[in-house]
């Protein structure tokens, strides 16, 4: 328990050994009968309650009560298991905004660049992008308040941007070749929240999809891509799950259900208070004759490890990449009047062969969320003889194929982290976020020039970074506090080349473009070629 929530605790803590010694007290003076809790009204179940009220009214300071029920509430679910969680009303609309897939606002992207909020794009079809509101323009005042300096912050600029639909927010904007700022009346919109950040064709059978979380729309976006892949000749598909932490398992389920044939599982759950049920496959499945690579890393969680251990059981494609984060638990919300809610674990989900994947948190959640750490430390990351699997946990499919439980899903194809190229310089870049800031910059100061001479499908094959560019990248890189290091540079010129080149490309062109310069050296993607191809 971290210092501050001991706290917060602390008077709890003492009004309990008030409470007993009071008890005690009174009953050894032989009128127990009379004492605080009298044994005819006392209950288990009124314990905290009871200790609240007695903190309220005779507590020697003036206490506030409703954080110590909140505090109190989140650490009775924490201490189930790590995926139970108490969300506040003020953090609500943040956490399931991505999965409900919509929220009320402007629609922009932004970041502040120089204590200035600069958009770095409009979104599309959003009210922003409808008032021509363009990349590169700065915020200057909200609702006639300046919003320069050093106290603009990216929460601040929520709260005054976000709003219900319907309302307006009137802005004043500052873009380059303007000598007065530009007023706009923005009414605010329901804006989009999309799960499918890239689809493109690798080549000329081959489509690759990224999808970032499973949402409510995830299924009718994934299907859309689908469509138009397939249209451009697709027969082979590598689905792209790295990093995604889940989200709806219906959204996985239906997913699953594109590639298996009717009555074929894809998952079941079971709870102490939830009776075992079953998920199938019906006939509606539109990717059946479409052959897949599922990409998955210790960044994948929950509905990804559905899909891919729906996929993997059923003897259905390739699972290529390094071993799943393990959550197999099932959460369902309640909601307050408040605006506040609980996620509480109510089953397991178990893979078709019967596999639970939940990696055990018996030792805490410290150490349950510090797992992945631990993998790089024991090795597996770099080599899966590191992993060893007890017997009992493994498993058999129909086609005969080994598969694995007790901890994340096994991929088929094991792929090492890439250490190619890498060195304490490189490491320091990224840590400083100096590729971004300066994709950013160097965009936005070129932007005309950059979106005159390259096209969007044909950046990653067209755009070079040349000596100059890499110059004044470092020069960049300094600027901000990142030393230039001639051995680290000489070692991760390679990296640093294509990271510039993709940040570029994501600022001129957004994901899909970025992605076709990534995966361009990607190991796992190549795998996942390789093993399409087998």
Same mark, same amino acid.
């Given at each position: ?14 009004? @309990? ?49 409703? #954080? ?15 995926? =139970? ?74 709260? !005054? ?9 009137? @802005? ?26 890239? #689809? ?50 219906? =959204? ?37 004759? @479409? ?128 250490? @190619? ?7 320091? !870049? ?37 000596? =100059? ?16 290091? #001639? ?48």
């Amino acid at each position: 328990m971290n210092s501050n929530r001991l706290l917060i605790l602390m008077p709890i803590f003492i009004a @309990v050994a008030l409470a007993c010694g009071v008890y005690l007290g009174k009953n050894m003076g032989g009128t127990a009968e009379t004492g605080l809790f009298k044994k005819a009204e006392f209950s288990q179940n009124d314990k905290l309650q009871q200790i609240i009220s007695y903190i309220n009214s005779d507590y020697v300071d003036t206490v506030r009560s409703q #954080e110590i029920v909140e505090e109190t509430i989140s650490e009775i679910l924490q201490n189930l298991d790590p995926h =139970s969680y108490y969300i506040p009303k003020q953090d609500y609309a943040a956490m399931t905004d991505p999965l409900e897939g919509e929220f009320d606002g402007i629609g922009i992207e932004f970041r502040i660049q120089e204590d200035t909020i600069t958009v770095v794009q409009a979104l599309a079809g959003g009210p922003s992008e409808e008032l021509g509101i363009m990349a590169g323009d700065r915020i200057i005042e909200v609702d006639g308040e300046n919003v320069t300096g050093e106290t603009i912050n990216n929460s601040k600029v929520v709260k !005054l941007l976000k709003g219900p639909k319907g309302t307006t927010v009137n @802005v004043a904007i500052k873009r380059k070749g303007t000598k007065d700022a530009i007023d706009f009346a923005i009414r605010r919109d329901k804006i989009p929240v999309y799960s499918v950040e890239a #689809e493109y064709m690798i080549d000329d059978k081959t489509g690759y999809v990224k999808v970032l979380r499973f949402a409510k729309d995830t299924h009718s976006e994934f299907m859309n891509a689908m469509r138009s892949l397939k249209k451009q000749g697709m027969t082979n598909l590598i689905l792209d799950l790295r990093n995604n932490t889940g989200g709806y398992m219906n =959204s996985a389920i239906d997913i699953c259900d594109e590639f298996l044939p009717k009555g074929d599982l894809i998952v079941y759950t079971e709870g102490k208070a939830r009776a075992k049920r079953e998920f199938y496959a019906t006939s509606k499945g539109e990717l059946e004759d @479409v052959k897949v690579a599922v990409l998955i890393n210790e960044g994948s969680a929950s509905a990804s490890e559905i899909v891919a251990g729906a996929l993997q059981d059923n003897d259905l494609g390739v699972i290529v990449g390094r071993r799943s984060f393990g959550k197999g638990l099932v959460q369902e919300g309640m909601n307050w009047p408040d605006g506040s809610g609980v996620r509480l674990t109510v089953a397991r989900y178990y893979t078709p062969t019967g596999r639970s994947i939940q990696k055990s948190y018996e030792g805490g959640i410290e150490e349950y969320n510090n797992e992945a750490y631990e993998r790089y430390n024991n090795g597996e990351l770099l080599s899966s003889d590191s992993i060893d699997f007890p017997d009992s946990l493994k498993y058999v499919t129909k086609g005969g194929k080994i598969v694995y439980g007790g901890g994340g899903i096994m991929p088929d194809v094991f792929v090492p982290i890439d250490t @190619v190229g890498s060195s304490y310089y490189l490491g320091s !870049l990224n840590y400083q976020g100096i590729f971004f800031q300066f994709g950013f910059q160097y965009v936005d100061a070129n932007r005309k020039v950059l979106t005159k001479q390259y096209q969007a499908d044909r950046f990653a094959n067209d755009f070079q970074v040349t000596e =100059s560019l890499l110059k004044e990248f470092y020069e960049f890189a300094a600027e901000k506090g990142v030393e230039y290091d #001639e051995q680290g540079a000489a070692t991760s010129e390679a990296i640093i080349k294509q990271r510039l080149k993709a940040t570029v490309a994501r600022n001129l062109f957004r994901e899909k473009a970025f992605y076709e310069v990534v995966n361009k050296d990607d190991v796992v993607v190549k795998k996942a070629l390789e093993s399409l191809e087998k």
